[in-house]
């Protein structure tokens, strides 16, 4: 990994990865970008991850969207956001990413009165009361798993987006020092 790359690097690298991407499964395709070079074990660019991976699998699963300019938008969205929002802020980025990566597919704002809204909020959520039944401390992969199985099921349920879905098994515990070991659901 180079620790020179900026996050704006990071992003444009992630981008080109994510513009690759054929499969239906936003789990896989989080997998194949948690594995570029350029990406830490935790950090900000999890925040812009999760919800490119997202955006890779709605487009590949049929979903109706201009995949490059969603990415560009996510991109802008996802600098704002701080690292280590979930000790800080409480919401994780990994929810962050994928409901801003909602309300760019459904182009819903701060003044949006449609359903719209209303789901990304549930969306939002649903997903944050499941990850506050694990605890912490942090851990941007495991999140990064519950936010997309929970989105995948969310988009299918709500919009007949049919994603591909598997449970996955983390491969990335013996890099963080923080694993909870098997209170995770994904530890192997």
Same mark, same amino acid.
């Given at each position: 990994?180079?620790?020179?790359?900026?996050?704006?690097?990071?992003?444009?690298?992630?981008?080109?990865?994510?513009?690759?991407?054929?499969?239906?499964?936003?789990?896989?395709?989080?997998?194949?970008?948690?594995?570029?070079? #350029?990406?830490?074990?935790?950090?900000? %660019?999890?925040?812009?991850?999760? &919800?490119?991976? !997202?955006?890779?699998? !709605?487009?590949?699963?049929?979903?109706?969207?201009?995949?490059?300019?969603?990415?560009?938008?996510?991109?802008?969205?996802?600098?704002? /956001?701080?690292?280590?929002? #979930? &000790?800080?802020?409480?919401?994780?980025?990994?929810?962050?990413? $994928?409901?801003?990566?909602?309300?760019?597919?459904?182009?819903?704002?701060?003044?949006?009165?449609?359903?719209?809204?209303?789901?990304? /909020? %549930?969306?939002?959520?649903?997903?944050?009361?499941? /990850?506050?039944?694990?605890?912490?401390?942090? #851990?941007?992969?495991?999140?990064?798993?519950?936010?997309?199985?929970?989105?995948?099921? !969310? $988009?299918? %349920?709500?919009?007949?987006?049919? /994603? %591909?879905?598997?449970?996955? $098994?983390?491969?990335?515990?013996?890099?963080?020092?923080? #694993?909870? &070991?098997?209170?995770?659901? !994904?530890?192997?």
């Amino acid at each position: 990994m180079n620790p020179q790359h900026t996050l704006k690097e990071k992003y444009d690298i992630i981008t080109k990865a994510a513009l690759n991407e054929s499969s239906r499964n936003p789990l896989k395709i989080v997998k194949d970008l948690m594995d570029l070079d #350029c990406v830490n074990i935790h950090g900000p %660019e999890h925040h812009f991850i999760d &919800g490119a991976a !997202f955006l890779a699998a !709605f487009n590949n699963s049929g979903g109706n969207i201009d995949l490059s300019a969603c990415l560009l938008e996510l991109a802008s969205r996802a600098s704002a /956001m701080p690292g280590a929002m #979930c &000790g800080y802020w409480g919401i994780c980025g990994s929810v962050a990413s $994928v409901g801003a990566a909602l309300s760019i597919i459904h182009k819903t704002g701060p003044l949006s009165t449609d359903d719209f809204y209303k789901d990304h /909020m %549930e969306y939002t959520s649903g997903v944050i009361r499941e /990850m506050s039944k694990i605890g912490g401390a942090r #851990c941007c992969k495991r999140n990064a798993f519950l936010s997309l199985l929970y989105a995948a099921r !969310f $988009v299918r %349920e709500k919009y007949g987006i049919i /994603m %591909e879905e598997e449970k996955p $098994v983390c491969t990335y515990s013996a890099k963080n020092k923080q #694993c909870l &070991g098997v209170n995770c659901p !994904f530890h192997s």
